[in-house]
């Protein structure tokens, strides 16, 4: 197991993988799964249509970010 001295990886942890999708009438979905092979064990619909994430996005007024502490 290779090991890296920035403190921002985990180490020895599980690998997550995040999805945000969504329709054009609908809003943006976010999904947690482990492997792209299994089920989402998290599904979060936000209050954003996509057509505003995407408009949004199209100005570069958008910034998703994603953090995770473990203690």
């Known amino acids: 197991m290779p090991t890296v001295a920035n403190e921002a990886f985990i180490h020895g942890g599980t690998k997550i993988k995040g999805t945000l999708f969504g329709h054009k009438r609908a809003r943006i979905n976010l999904t947690f799964q482990e492997s792209p092979k299994c089920l989402p064990f998290l599904l ?28």
């Open 44 to 71: 979060l619909e936000s209050a954003i249509p996509t057509r505003k994430l995407l408009r949004d996005m199209g100005v570069g007024l958008i910034r998703i970010a994603l953090e995770y502490d473990n203690y």
